[in-house]
């Protein structure tokens, strides 16, 4: 199994649509798409500006946005399942392409923080460990220099902050790459 992580930045852009087939067409499968929650998660972080609600509540409505776009990727392939618990995802049955669409409370129970540090990045991350993924293909808009370390990369603000130590104890291969090579 293999996780493939759609910039939320991605869904900005009209090559959507053929980011999806190539996905589709590739050899990537049997594989779970997470979502980012690109323009609907930088609302949020405006709004907690605005109105200083806690991170807990920031991040739970980042989890309804990558909801969101979970949704939109669902109807752009509607042969890929919505799936919501880690569980549902590890069955091998059913479709080689599954959408993941996270549920706060799971998080929340297996203790993935509720902060900016944490964004779609880091849940990809946690996902494909939960699952024991073979790759964690991490999918951009922005261009990639394919010299730059995973800590550099954080570093650089491509990658949010808990990235790193997410993956701090995982065999799985991490590739983060622009879309244009996918």
């Not at 392939?77 to 959408?99: C, F, H, M, N, Y």
């Amino acid at each position: 199994m293999n996780v493939i992580k759609l910039g939320g930045s991605l869904f900005q852009d009209d090559g959507l649509p053929l980011i999806v087939n190539k996905i589709n067409q590739s050899a990537l499968s049997p594989a779970v798409i997470v979502t980012g929650g690109g323009r609907l998660a930088n609302e949020i972080r405006c709004l907690q500006s605005r109105f200083r609600f806690d991170d807990y509540s920031a991040h739970h409505m980042a989890i309804l946005a990558m909801q969101q776009t979970a949704l939109v990727c669902h109807s752009m392939q509607q042969d890929w399942p919505l799936l919501k618990s880690v569980s549902t995802l590890r069955e091998k049955e059913g479709a080689d392409i599954r959408v993941w669409m996270p549920q706060i409370e799971e998080l929340d129970q297996c203790g993935v923080e509720a902060s900016w540090d944490v964004t779609s990045d880091s849940l990809a991350a946690w996902l494909a460990k939960q699952l024991g993924a073979q790759e964690l293909l991490v999918v951009k808009s922005t261009t990639i220099d394919p010299k730059l370390s995973l800590s550099e990369l954080q570093k650089a603000g491509v990658l949010d902050r808990a990235f790193i130590g997410m993956i701090s104890d995982v065999s799985f291969n991490i590739r983060v790459i622009h879309h244009s090579t996918l």
